[in-house]
């Protein structure tokens, strides 16, 4: 996995946000976390549910509303499998796109500051997909590294390939006016500019 765009503006950045079902008022006031008691009540209510409303609400991912994703909600619902199980049943929203808000880091951290469990969508200039899962929220002015070990990264065009923590630092996530940077200990496993201009992939 390696990029290194050549034309200015040449890539796409979205990001989707792990949001609640519709239809449940509790979670439309405050998102669902990772220990809290929401995440089993919507395992309930998708086991009760009908085969055709858990389909109607296992198509509402972030397929439906990325338009970097190549096949749409087939692609979304392979990365939905790789994430830990809380992401399975929920629906997704599409919070940040560079082609639908505007290339500005002030835009972006407006969007994504304090979502957590998201998922950071990049196409280059020659086709290829990529990004990472940040299970955390995020900061706007991050001095170090943050982040858990849910973090991975991840090709998914041409072929999809995942990535997960070794174990051998805590270098997830460090974001700040300058870009962002997602890995580290070397070389960044993603690395974007604050133009969203030029961008690097390494192993790290």
Sequence with gaps: LHFIPQE???LAVDVAYRNAFRGDVRSARQPAVAG???PLLLDREEEHASPAKRRARREKVIG??????PNGAYDAARLREEMPERCHVRDWDLVYS???HGISMNTFFHKVVGKRDTVLLVKDDRGFVFGGFVPSE????????YGTGECFVFQLYPTLTKYTWKGDNSMFLMTDM????????????????AEFN??????C
Excluded: Q
Aim: no cysteine; net charge positive.
């Design 8 to 10: 200015e503006g040449s």
């Design 36 to 38: 809290s008691d929401l």
């Design 64 to 69: 439906s509303y990325s338009d970097i994703l």
């Design 98 to 100: 560079s082609r639908r």
């Design 138 to 145: 995020w900061k706007n002015s991050s001095k170090e590294f």
């Design 178 to 193: 300058t870009g962002l940077v997602m890995g580290g200990g070397g070389k960044a496993a993603i690395w974007l500019d």
């Design 198 to 203: 030029n961008g690097g992939s390494r192993p």
